[in-house]
């Protein structure tokens, strides 16, 4: 079982930037997967980035150039940084793991962190 925690959320302006961070606890296996995914009001819970352990990386279309997802697997830890803010960013942001292949698909992901709020105003 895995524990994660999400932190670094607040309300910053447009352009601006934010790094989120995940700490992960827990038994774990090798290859995983750490990942971000992030859910406004009223919409679904939609693929944001994600690390495999081999050091490969994914992003959605919306938040390529702008995000940039890193970790450091001695700590267990995952970082996210935000650069270039838009309004429509505004979601809560959840970490996310699982076991195996780097996948984008929400259904794929096993555990989840309890969620950090990311606001964005003009």
């Known amino acids: 079982q895995v524990q994660l925690v999400e932190s670094g959320g607040g309300l910053v302006q447009a352009g601006d930037s934010l790094r989120l961070s995940c700490a992960a606890s827990?038994?774990?296996?090798?290859?995983?997967?750490m990942g971000w995914f992030r859910q406004a009001p009223g919409k679904e819970r939609e693929f944001v980035s994600a690390?495999?352990?081999?050091?490969?990386?994914a992003y959605a279309d919306a938040v390529k150039g702008r995000f940039t997802i890193s970790a450091d697997n001695a700590k267990n830890t995952v970082v996210l940084q935000m650069n270039g803010l838009k309004p429509e960013d505004t979601a809560v942001y959840y970490c996310?793991?699982?076991?195996?292949?780097?996948?984008?698909?929400?259904?794929?992901?096993?555990?989840w962190g309890q969620g950090t709020q990311v606001t964005v105003s003009s």
């Open positions: 996310a793991a699982r076991w195996g292949r780097l996948v984008t698909a929400r259904l794929a992901y096993n555990y």
């Open positions: 827990g038994r774990t296996f090798d290859p995983y997967v």
């Open positions: 690390i495999g352990s081999g050091g490969n990386t």
